[in-house]
């Protein structure tokens, strides 16, 4: 059976959404955040939104707005929930001289307000993943220095007040940027990369021991986004790890997941196919930022961004996993 072409839920209408990222509450709820404007590239008007789901992204609320600073371009915005009920946003500020500044944001009301947003570090750097609560506490931020610069983890140990940065090695024919981190054991956490500037599209992984501190050389990984490189998103559904990504930039997505104890091979040859954007392959304008959270226990929703002549959205589609994704 093909894959569907059509979306299920229309997250929010707007100008030029984009780079959407998406969490799933202890209460259960979904949290979606992304940045809308009415260009790809800087725009002084350019801010992060939130909306939420309570039907486990059936329905969503109006779109409240995160951070808008004047004359500034905030955008790739992600969202998490911390273990004491706290929403992170981080996103990252974008200069008409196109220098760029991370930050990040807090809620302790469930996005009724926002706290006044601090700066992760004096770096002209971006971000994409969210942060993660580690199990000491820290908290584990993913961002990187302009394209093909490199990417650096930023933890911090009082609840993002202040950060640490710690650089990912460089290695022959690695340019990460945007990455995602997830923690798989005491102490150890996975990096994901996109590689971008290299067109071959395939993902890279890193790996720490020591809670963000220090980072092994970054190796290839066997799983490819084609046409363009796209950024992975990597969770777990039950104990399965799954990767989500665009297999065909702004034409299809996919998740694929991994038995292999070092997440460098994914099993591709049985990769699942989520959706592509039109009937008969052919690429929409924009798209390709796919997050997934689990919704059921052989359920996940994938919000994405879309901009074609027919509209311009932060989608949802339901995939079905198979059952063996425990």
């Known amino acids: 059976m093909p894959p569907k072409s059509q979306h299920d839920v229309v997250v929010y209408r707007g100008n030029y959404p984009g780079w959407p990222w998406a969490a799933r509450t202890a209460s259960g709820s979904l949290i979606c955040v992304f940045r809308d404007d009415s260009v790809h590239g800087f725009s002084p008007t350019g801010k992060v939104l939130l909306t939420q789901s309570r039907d486990l992204g059936e329905t969503w609320t109006q779109a409240q707005v995160v951070v808008d600073e004047e004359g500034i371009d905030d ?40 706290a006044r947003p601090r700066a992760v570090a004096d770096l002209d750097a971006r971000t994409r993943g969210t942060a993660i609560a580690l199990a000491n506490g820290d908290v584990l931020l993913p961002i990187y220095k302009a394209p093909g610069s490199g990417s650096v983890a930023a933890r911090s140990s009082d609840g993002g007040k202040t950060w640490t940065l710690s650089d990912v090695p460089d290695t022959d024919g690695f340019l990460g940027d ?64 799954v990767l989500t990504y665009a297999d065909r930039r702004m034409v299809s997505v996919s998740m694929v997941i991994t038995g292999d104890p070092d997440f460098v091979r994914w099993d591709v040859g049985h990769r ?23 919704v059921g226990v052989n359920r996940r929703f994938v919000v994405d961004y879309e901009i074609r002549a027919e509209g311009k959205w932060i989608t949802g589609y339901f995939v079905n996993v198979p059952q063996g994704w425990r």
């Open 178 to 241: 945007e990455w995602v981190v997830q923690q798989i054991g005491d102490g150890r956490v996975i990096g994901l990369f996109r590689n971008n500037l290299v067109r071959d599209g395939f993902f890279w992984k890193s790996e720490s021991r020591d809670d963000g501190r220090t980072w092994d050389v970054p190796v290839r990984t066997n799983v490819q986004s084609a046409r363009n490189p796209s950024p992975p998103h990597l969770d777990f559904h039950g104990a399965t790890p």
């Open 75 to 114: 955008r790739n915005a992600a969202v998490a929930e911390l273990p004491d009920k706290t929403w992170l946003v981080c996103y990252n500020s974008y200069t008409c001289d196109l220098v760029s500044q991370c930050w990040v944001t807090l809620s302790r009301d469930q996005g009724v307000s926002w």
């Open 272 to 294: 699942l196919p989520c959706y592509q954007y039109r009937p008969d392959g052919e690429p929409i304008d924009d798209s390709s930022y796919p997050v997934s959270v689990a």
